[in-house]
């Protein structure tokens, strides 16, 4: 059986706690979130409709890809060009140190054991454990994608970034929960398999039947491609990616020039 966490998740409990406060008036803010996910094969498939202003909308922009097809690459490319990029994995991450609420939650939930001699979530034993298991992968998610995604709409919506033309939310996860209903647009970055293998082998010192495991755990990219309104091809890590990057910036603004 699935965990509270993880209903709470399906209905959007805890997404809805935390904007309740907010008080936005009402002429910003239109609709609900949405109740009720469709779990799949997959993935969870949560109708997360952030409650967003038009114009908060039009500057959130996804941008996701399987592991190893070189979407952290493209997020630094924007950086680099002074975009504003939120990385919901790096987000996560921080949410799961020692102390934190979530933190507690997984520990409790997959035992002692996924702790390292530091104190901290062992990334590599919690992946060995939920990328083997469809439901203990769900549970995890069920624990930690709420609280990320709040957290990362109420950055898109804080002092720093609400002058910020574009912003990109990256997260490999995008499609897989229903986000990209909340954003203007999703960029998909792909490369084929045996260069995404590759990488992911060299980088993280794993086999590739281990690789292999997380990407079947993921959307398909073709699945993925069908949901994107752009996709960034990135089959060599070259300049090729940046120049389809600078390119989409540059119709973006003149889209934005046209409707001023």
């Not at 399906?10 to 706690?17: K, Y």
């Amino acid at each position: 059986m699935l965990n509270d966490n993880y209903t709470a998740f399906c209905v959007n409990r805890d997404l809805l706690q935390g904007w309740r406060g907010r008080q936005k008036p009402s002429s910003l803010y239109q609709g609900i979130a949405q109740s009720l996910s469709e779990l799949t094969s997959r993935a969870i498939e949560v109708q997360i409709m952030h409650i967003m202003s038009k114009d908060l909308h039009s500057r959130a922009w996804g941008l996701t890809g399987g592991i190893g097809s070189g979407k952290s690459y493209a997020a630094a490319i924007l950086r680099g060009l002074g975009i504003p990029v939120l990385d919901m994995d790096v987000m996560a991450r921080r949410l799961m140190l020692a102390g934190s609420p979530v933190f507690d939650q997984v520990v409790r939930r997959f035992g002692p054991l996924i702790v390292g001699q530091d104190g901290q979530i062992d990334r590599k034993a919690l992946a060995a454990l939920v990328f083997t298991s469809q439901e203990r992968r769900l549970e995890l998610e069920g624990i930690i994608h709420p609280v990320v995604i709040r957290q990362a709409f109420e950055m898109v919506d804080s002092a720093p970034l609400s002058k910020a033309p574009t912003i990109f939310i990256e997260s490999a996860l995008i499609f897989a929960v229903g986000l990209e209903r909340s954003l203007a647009r999703t960029v998909l970055v792909r490369a084929p398999q045996d260069v995404r293998i590759m990488r992911v082998m060299i980088r993280d010192k794993i086999s590739e039947q281990e690789v292999r495991a997380r990407i079947s755990a993921q959307m398909d990219e073709d699945a993925m491609q069908n949901r994107a309104d752009i996709v960034w091809d990135n089959p060599d890590g070259s300049t090729g990616l940046r120049r389809q990057i600078i390119l989409t910036l540059a119709s973006q603004e003149a889209e934005r020039y046209r409707g001023t």
